[in-house]
Structure formats: C-alpha cells, structure tokens
C-alpha cells in the first residue's frame, strides 16, 4: 500500500466492545492536514478510547484504522512505533514519566524513537543554517514555546497541575508531528489556566498547520479552536476574522455517545442542532 | 460454570503471554542496561540488611530447636549438618524468596501500577518504547541474577548464626561445626538450593510486573495489585519448593 498523506487519519466501520459495554460503535472519520476535531461527549461516551484506536494503542474488534494512509489495524506493536513519531499525544492524566525530570520526559521522543533518533541528525533536525540542532536545543526550544524553560531540571511531582499538562504539550510538539491529540487538555484546571492551555494548542496548530483532534467536555475549549488563531506577528490569540482565516471551517465538531457519533459538523451547525444530547454541551460552557 | 473459569483462565493466559514476551526480549534490542543496575541495586542491595538478618535468626533457630532434639540422643555435633542441610535446601531459598517477594514484588506491581493508572505505559507505547522491554524485562533479569545471591549470602549468615548455638550452648569448636556443616552438603544440595532462588526470581519478577501492567481502577487498583502480586508470588513460591523437591528427589536422589 502507497502512503497517502492527504488523509492523516481514517476511522472506517470501527467497533471496539470491552465485555458488555461499547467503546466504539461503528465509527467512521477522515481527518485531513491542517483541520480540526473537537470531540464532545459524557463520561464513558467513548472519546478517550477514539484517540487510543488512533495511534493503535487499543485494537479495535472491527473495521480499519489508517494513519498516514497506512492501516495500523494489523501492525505489530514494533512496527506502529515508526508510524506514532509523528503523532504527538496529550494524555488525560500528563502521562510525564515521574522518574524523569522534565527535561528527559521532553527528549524522550528524540532519544527513543527510533526515525526521531536519525532525524536529530539530518536536516530535518537542522536549524537551516547548516547547524545541527541538538536534542537538548530541541528540548530547550519545546519547553519556551510552553513558556516553561525555567523546569528543565525538575521533576513532575515539583510542577503544578497546569504546568504539567504544559510539559506534555511540551513533549507532543517536540517531535514537530503532523498528527496532535489532545485528551481532555483542560480536564480539572482552573478557568485561567485552561485557557493558557488552550492557546498553547492553538499556537501549534496555526504555527505548524497541524492537524488536530481534541477531547472535551468544555464548549468554550471548542469555541476558541474554531474562532481564534495564534497572530505570529504580535505573540498573541485573537479573533479569526472572516474570510480570509480558514480555522472556522476547518475546525468540525464531533458530539459522541455511547461509542457512536451523534453529531459532526461546523460551530453553527452544531449551535443549530436540536438534539438534547448535543444541546447539553452548548449549555455547559455557555461561551 | 464456564463463565466463572473464564477470567481465570484469561489471567493465566495473559501471564503466559507476557512471560513469554519478557524472556524473548531478553535476546533482543534495545538493552535498557541502566535499567537491569538499577533494578539490580533496589533490589538486591536494597534487601541485603533484611535478608541477612532472616538468615542469621533462622540459623540460630534451627540450631536451638535441633540442639534440643540431638542433645537427647547425644548427637550434638551433628548440629552443623542438619542447619546445613536445611538451609541451603530449603530454608534459605524460601524465606528469602518469601521475604524479597513481600519487599520487591509488592514494589514492583505499585510503580508499574501507578504507572498504569497514570498513563505513564500508554505514553511509553506512544513514545517508541516497548514497556515490557523497558519495564518487565530489566526487572526480571535483575530479580533472576540477584535473589540466588541474596539466598547465598542468607545461608552463609544463617550458617554462622547456628554456629554461635553451637559454641555457645553446645561447646562445639569452630571446626567441629564447620566441619559437619560442609561434610553433610552435596553438589546436589548446593544446585537445588541455586535452582528454587531463580525459580522463584522469576516468579517474583512476572507476578510483580503482571499484576502491575494490568491494573485498573485509579490508586484503590493499584493496592489490589499490590496485594495480589505478594499472595501470589508467596503462594507460587511455596508450591513450586514442593514442586522442586519432589521432582528432585525423584530424579537425583539415590532411594
């Protein structure tokens, strides 16, 4: 099978049961270079598990997975390794090993993935002046972009809730993947942090073009992917303006329940729908 | 009645599964060789004091139990042979296997738990590594190279501490009790007595690290596994002694 980059991602008829209850249930999707996923859902509805599926961290009982235009489906665990160097994850929890400091958890891509490894070493890796960027001015230069550089040294357990999910940023776009998942980025921080939080994703999103998918349970998280953009020029969010900004129509909302999807489409689309289940998370962050 | 066996029998079946998996990575790269002194030093050097000190007291035990009994037939000088024999052939494999279980396989079915609970494996299989290969394999080969030791250093101390019985309630000479203390071992009590350590090591090590990969359930989850890891490594060791000496009896000993 050729590799087709023009999909970066593809659920086909995808089911996933653990005994009695369903993860999945028959899930298609495409995601394509430089767009935008929000995944809205309750507790339990499935959304953690579409991003473990994704990178083949959980297997699915049916249908087929395809990252790159390579189905993952079938791949050994040694082979999806090569496959997930260019998905940066964001795991629920941090998922920062406790016994690193921060600084190793960032190069940790770069010193244990195997085409991360090489490409410290060739151009990719280079700063475009002929000289070879290091692991460690990569690590320097994830952490500044989290605007975290002081913590090189320390260990998780030092960093507050916030800062950690920081550093996991940190370690999911240190690699430069073309693939970001993000599960429930904002998930028990204070409203002033998420935002921060949310900004980060942005900034990588619009400085890189990354395709992104993000699980929440906030509204406003999903409001700013779809209408905000990270302005290169003055550092700063602000409001995409019509027209001549892509993010708004880039950026779809999913809405899943019970392993199915309910809903997918646009911000106005989803503000229109009259399903109670999707209407229950406009309300909730009312943004 | 099927349904009831089936959870079981899918344990098992996971346990076999990642045993297998541990020992094949054991021939393959990339060697965490960091990780293999590390575990080597919590383990190992982190249960010598404890281990020593079991070994000593067992050893004073079974010379004044057996001092008592001997003492009666006039046989005390046979004190050396039998703390000897017990030790090295049972005593010394078993509690020291008993011990490290409770100390290291307990720690290692929480670090891998929490680990678990936290995503921390999920984010290792994200990041290009193999967690068996990085986690179960270091601690298995670590476990396999240092619990035979740790039972060598138990028996030898176990040894001196009958010895101190010995001289000081049976007035035995030094060489009266080392003497019948290495006359009564054969080769074969030194190999079985090497043999049940790294049975049990390996025990220790896969029922640690099984217990901890498969933990579900936040913090309580990893208590469980804790729990279960130390129950099932003491009960295994036990039944495999058993197991050992039978089939050795049977196969190297003269009836």
Redesign the interface.
Same mark, same amino acid.
């Given at each position: 099978m050729t590799p087709d980059d023009s999909i970066v991602l593809r659920f086909e008829d995808v089911s996933l049961h653990f005994d009695a209850t369903v993860a999945l249930d028959h899930l298609s999707l495409e995601v394509h270079p430089g767009q935008t996923y929000v995944v809205f859902g309750a507790a339990g509805s499935g959304k953690t598990m579409l991003l473990?599926v994704a990178?083949g961290?959980v297997r699915p009982d049916s249908g087929r997975v395809s990252l790159f235009g390579q189905e993952i489906t079938g791949l050994r665990?040694?082979d999806l390794?090569?496959i997930?160097?260019r998905?940066g994850?964001l795991?629920?929890?941090?998922?920062?090993?406790?016994s690193l400091t921060v600084a190793e958890n960032v190069a940790?891509?770069l010193t244990?993935?195997?085409v991360?490894q090489q490409a410290a070493v060739t151009p990719e890796g280079s700063a475009g002046n002929g000289a070879v960027r290091t692991v460690d001015d990569r690590v320097r230069e994830s952490l500044r972009f989290v605007e975290l550089e002081e913590t090189l040294d320390k260990f998780p357990a030092e960093l507050s809730g916030g800062m950690r999910r920081r550093v996991g940023i940190a370690?999911a776009v240190v690699s430069a993947p073309a693939l970001l998942l993000y599960d429930s980025p904002t998930a028990g921080l204070d409203p002033i942090t998420a935002n921060t939080i949310i900004a980060l994703i942005l900034k990588e999103r619009d400085l890189r073009n990354t395709a992104t998918i993000m699980v929440t349970h906030r509204y406003q998280d999903g409001h700013l992917m779809a209408n905000f953009r990270y302005n290169p020029n003055s550092g700063q969010i602000e409001r995409a303006r019509g027209g001549e900004d892509v993010s708004q129509v880039s950026t779809k909302f999913l809405v899943m329940n019970a392993g199915r999807l309910v809903f997918e489409g646009t911000e106005p689309e989803l503000q229109a729908s009259q399903d109670p289940y999707v209407r229950k998370f406009l309300r909730v962050g009312g943004a | 009645m099927l349904d009831i066996l089936k959870p079981p029998i899918e344990a098992f079946q996971e346990f076999v599964l990642l045993s297998i998996r541990a020992v094949r990575n054991i021939f393959r790269s990339p060697h965490y060789a960091d990780d293999i002194f590390v575990q080597m030093d919590v383990i190992g050097v982190g249960s010598l004091f404890i281990v020593s000190l079991i070994g000593l007291f067992s050893g004073i035990v079974m010379a004044l139990q057996m001092a008592r009994a001997l003492t009666q037939y006039g046989a005390q000088g046979q004190v050396g042979s039998i703390v000897a024999i017990t030790l090295v052939r049972e005593l010394g494999p078993v509690l020291t296997a008993v011990l490290v279980a409770g100390r290291n396989a307990s720690g290692i079915a929480s670090e891998l738990g929490? =680990?678990k609970?936290?995503?921390?494996i999920? #984010? =290792?299989? #994200?990041?290009?590594?193999?967690p068996i290969q990085k986690l179960v394999t270091p601690r298995l080969i670590a476990t396999a190279v240092v619990l035979p030791l740790l039972t060598i250093i138990s028996d030898f101390i176990g040894l001196i501490g009958g010895y101190f019985i010995a001289s000081g309630m049976l007035g035995l000479t030094f060489s009266e009790y080392w003497t019948t203390a290495w006359q009564a071992l054969e080769y074969n009590d030194l190999f079985q007595g090497l043999l049940k350590p790294f049975v049990f090591a390996v025990i220790i090590a896969l029922v640690g690290c099984f217990y901890g990969m498969r933990t579900t359930g936040g913090t309580q989850g990893v208590g469980r596994s804790t729990t279960s890891a130390v129950v099932s490594s003491s009960v295994w060791i036990f039944v495999l002694t058993a197991f050992i000496t039978y089939v050795w009896n049977r196969a190297f000993v003269k009836q």
């Open positions: 473990k990178v961290l665990e040694q390794f090569d997930r160097a998905v994850i795991f629920q929890e941090g998922g920062l090993f406790d940790y891509p244990n993935q195997r991360l370690r | 929490s =680990m609970v936290t995503e921390q999920d #984010a =290792m299989r #994200a990041l290009g590594t193999d």
